[in-house]
C-alpha cells in the first residue's frame, strides 16, 4: 500500500548514505609521481619580461603574420654570458622567436607605429636556422621603448664582449710569440755557447800541429 506521507516518500526516494561520511579513506588507483618540467631557461637570468605580439613577415605572401601572443624575454647565459630572445604563447607556451642578440643586430620603430618595432634574426623557433624580419606590438608606448633600448643595449655590450675576447686572443698570441721568439734566443745562446766552447778544445791541438810542423824545417 503506497504511503501518502511527503516525509515518508522522501525518506524512500533519498540514496541511502549520499551525506553519510563513513570516515574511510581511498587509496588512489594509480600513484602519480611528480615531473620536473624543464624549460631550457634554467641556466639564465631574465634582463626584460614583456607582454606582447610577435609578427613575422611572410616574404611569398608579402605581408605579416601572427607568430603569438605572450611574453617576450631577453635571458642572459649565467656561464658564457651571451643573451638570447625567446618569446612563448601565454597558453600554449610554444615558442615564437628564439635566437641570439648579436652585435651586428639593431631594432627599428615601426613606421606608422610606436608601440611596434621591426627587426632582423637568425630565428630557431622551429627547429631550424631561418632568416626573419620580426615585428612586437606591446600595449603602451613606454613598453616598446624599454623593448628597444634593452635591445640595443644588449647587441653593444655582446660587441664589447667580442672586442675584448679578440684583445685576448691577440694578447695570448703575443704571450705565445714572445715565448718562441725567446726560445729561440735561449737555442741561439747554447749554440753560440758550444761553438765557443768547441773552439776553445780545438786551439791546443792547433797549436800543436802547428808546432810539429815548424820543427823539421828549424833542424834544417
Known sequence: MASNDPQHREDEEAPAGEDEDTGAQVAPIVKLEEVTVSTGEEDEDAILDLKSKLYRFDKDG????ERGAGTVKFLKHKVTGKVRLVMRQSKTLKICANHLVLPTMSVQEHAGNEKSC???????ADGELKDELFCIRFPS????????????????????????KDASAAA??????????????????????ATKEKESKSEPEKADTEKKAEEPASSV
Not at 118 to 124: E, P, Y
Not at 172 to 187: H, M, Q
Open 172 to 193: 695570448g698570441l703575443l704571450d705565445k710569440l714572445t715565448v718562441e721568439e725567446k726560445k729561440s734566443e735561449d737555442k741561439a745562446e747554447e749554440h753560440e755557447s
Open 141 to 164: 608606448i613606454e613598453n616598446c621603448k624599454t623593448f628597444m633600448e634593452t635591445f640595443q643595449e644588449v647587441a653593444e655590450s655582446q660587441q664589447n664582449k667580442e672586442e675584448n
Open 118 to 124: 621591426v627587426w632582423h634574426a637568425t630565428d630557431f
Open 62 to 65: 608579402n605581408q605579416w603574420k
